[in-house]
């Protein structure tokens, strides 16, 4: 292949998942180029997260319905309780992981930016803004940027390097397989608390459509040291049962990746010349280790503000995204750390006592909490229902500060 066709770009994306692949969009709407440098070999592959969202906030982002499989009932098990809550209109969803990365990154060459494949960022550029790259195509050659995006996922090297975020001195690690289980309830998804499933974690069992369903496990570290491969298996035991009496089950695909556990305000968004977004940003909800919705918006915004900057990378000239990025979730991402830090702890009387709790709420706002959505809604409906509830969110929240 011949040599970079292009040496020079306004904006140099460095990760393809969903928040690189949005800024890019957006930025290439402005008039801006963009390149867009992904490491792996195709888009949406190796998949690193379950999928677990909520059907209202993708549709207001635009994510087609192929995109997603909708959710009527979500139902919790803990040790010696469990809670169930239904919907007549699906409230929760499982993504389509491959799919809807390869759907943002159609959006992003349909603006206008290129995506390079197999192009492995090694670090900032020596001589000036923009970054050094090796690809089996090119060899080592730099691209020069007036500004570089670090959606580089858990690691966030770039932003690392600059000081503009921490170490991962928390991290979600998940590990899940997609099975072909054709008995298993599509409408149901199943989440399962206590010491013995995932301690300070949970399992879970999400239909994705066409009779297939992940199964998986999550933990916190260093919180636990248990083995994810090992609490999988266990897992797969609880599950048999779900599939039918006459059902047998297969394993099609395995799954696992790293999520930061990253305190909210840990990372400075914005640099000079330098702008973080999604998991290396640590823009997600550490309440169920949800990222895809908050990456594509984080990264929209962050293209927006490259826009609107008019050339100055500076961190003046680009605070419209991290002030957008603060009233847009920082509330809820507080609290969810919060809570995170709390439940990490747990023991299996803590667990029954909060599924106990999530059964006297209405569906609705126990939707909500799955959701990480803390609204003044959801305080006010929930003082009625259950004020210790809203009175431990609080606790948690101060104890944060």
Same mark, same amino acid.
């Given at each position: 292949?011949?040599?970079?066709?292009?040496?020079?770009?306004? +904006?140099? +994306?460095?990760?393809?998942?969903?928040?690189?692949?949005?800024?890019?969009?957006?930025?290439?709407?402005?008039?801006?180029?963009?390149?867009?440098?992904?490491?792996?070999?195709?888009?949406?592959?190796? +998949?690193?997260?379950?999928?677990?969202?909520?059907?209202?906030? *993708?549709?207001?982002?635009?994510?087609?319905?192929?995109?997603?499989?909708?959710?009527?009932?979500?139902?919790?098990?803990?040790?010696?309780?469990?809670?169930?809550?239904?919907?007549?209109?699906?409230?929760?969803?499982?993504?389509?992981?491959?799919?809807?990365?390869?759907?943002?990154?159609?959006?992003?060459?349909?603006?206008?930016?290129?995506?390079?494949?197999?192009?492995?960022?090694?670090?900032?550029?020596?001589?000036?803004?923009?970054?050094?790259?090796?690809?089996?195509?090119?060899?080592?050659?730099?691209?020069?940027?007036?500004?570089?995006?670090?959606?580089?996922?858990?690691?966030?090297?770039?932003?690392?390097?600059?000081?503009?975020?921490?170490?991962?001195?928390?991290?979600?690690?998940?590990?899940?397989?997609?099975?072909?289980?054709?008995?298993?309830?599509?409408?149901e998804v199943?989440?399962?608390?206590?010491?013995?499933?995932?301690?300070?974690?949970?399992?879970?069992?999400?239909?994705?459509?066409?009779?297939?369903?992940?199964?998986?496990?999550?933990?916190?570290?260093?919180?636990?040291?248990?083995?994810?491969?090992?609490?999988?298996?266990?897992?797969?035991?609880?599950?048999?049962?779900?599939?039918?009496?006459?059902?047998?089950?297969?394993?099609?695909?395995?799954?696992?990746?790293?999520?930061?556990?990253?305190?909210?305000?840990?990372?400075?968004?914005?640099?000079?010349?330098?702008?973080?977004?999604?998991?290396?940003?640590?823009?997600?909800?550490?309440?169920?280790?949800?990222?895809?919705?908050?990456?594509?918006t984080a990264?929209?915004?962050?293209?927006?503000?490259?826009?609107?900057?008019?050339?100055?990378?500076?961190?003046?000239? *680009?605070?419209?995204?991290?002030?957008?990025?603060?009233?847009?979730?920082?509330?809820?991402?507080?609290?969810?750390?919060?809570?995170?830090?709390?439940?990490?702890?747990?023991?299996?009387?803590?667990w029954d006592?909060?599924?106990?709790?999530?059964?006297?709420?209405?569906?609705?706002?126990?939707?909500?909490?799955?959701?990480?959505?803390?609204?003044?809604?959801?305080?006010?409906?929930?003082?009625?229902?259950?004020?210790?509830?809203?009175?431990?969110?609080?606790?948690?929240?101060?104890?944060?500060?």
């Open positions: 292949m011949a040599p970079p066709t292009r040496s020079q770009v306004d +904006v140099a +994306v460095v990760g393809g998942g969903p928040a690189g692949l949005s800024a890019a969009a957006e930025a290439a709407k402005g008039g801006l180029s963009v390149m867009v440098l992904e490491r792996g070999h195709a888009i949406g592959e190796p +998949v690193r997260t379950s999928g677990g969202s909520f059907v209202k906030p *993708l549709k207001a982002l635009g994510v087609p319905k192929r995109c997603y499989h909708p959710i009527h009932r979500i139902k919790v098990i803990g040790p010696t309780t469990s809670a169930t809550k239904s919907y007549r209109r699906a409230v929760g969803c499982v993504i389509d992981v491959r799919g809807t990365y390869q759907w943002l990154a159609q959006q992003a060459v349909e603006a206008g930016a290129e995506v390079r494949l197999k192009a492995h960022v090694e670090g900032p550029r020596p001589a000036g803004r923009g970054v050094s790259v090796r690809d089996p195509f090119n060899g080592r050659y730099e691209l020069a940027a007036r500004v570089v995006v670090d959606a580089s996922g858990h690691t966030g090297f770039l932003a690392r390097d600059a000081g503009l975020r921490p170490g991962n001195e928390r991290s979600a690690v998940g590990m899940e397989i997609e099975l072909h289980a054709p008995g298993y309830d599509q409408d199943i989440f399962w608390l206590g010491n013995d499933v995932a301690p300070g974690g949970y399992g879970w069992a999400f239909p994705c459509g066409d009779g297939r369903v992940r199964l998986g496990v999550g933990l916190v570290r260093p919180n636990s040291d248990a083995e994810p491969r090992t609490l999988l298996q266990q897992l797969s035991k609880e599950f048999a049962p779900l599939t039918g009496t006459q059902q047998t089950f297969g394993a099609l695909e395995m799954h696992s990746g790293l999520m930061p556990v990253l305190p909210p305000d840990a990372t400075t968004l914005v640099g000079r010349g330098l702008v973080v977004t999604g998991d290396a940003a640590g823009q997600g909800s550490t309440l169920l280790g949800e990222g895809i919705r908050y990456a594509i990264g929209r915004a962050a293209g927006r503000a490259i826009v609107a900057a008019g050339g100055d990378y500076s961190p003046h000239g *680009l605070a419209s995204y991290p002030k957008e990025w603060r009233r847009m979730y920082g509330r809820n991402l507080k609290i969810s750390y919060a809570v995170n830090e709390r439940i990490c702890n747990f023991a299996d009387d803590d006592r909060v599924i106990r709790r999530m059964d006297a709420l209405t569906s609705r706002q126990a939707a909500a909490v799955f959701a990480s959505s803390f609204s003044p809604w959801w305080a006010a409906s929930v003082i009625f229902t259950d004020p210790s509830l809203v009175r431990s969110v609080a606790r948690a929240l101060r104890a944060r500060r």
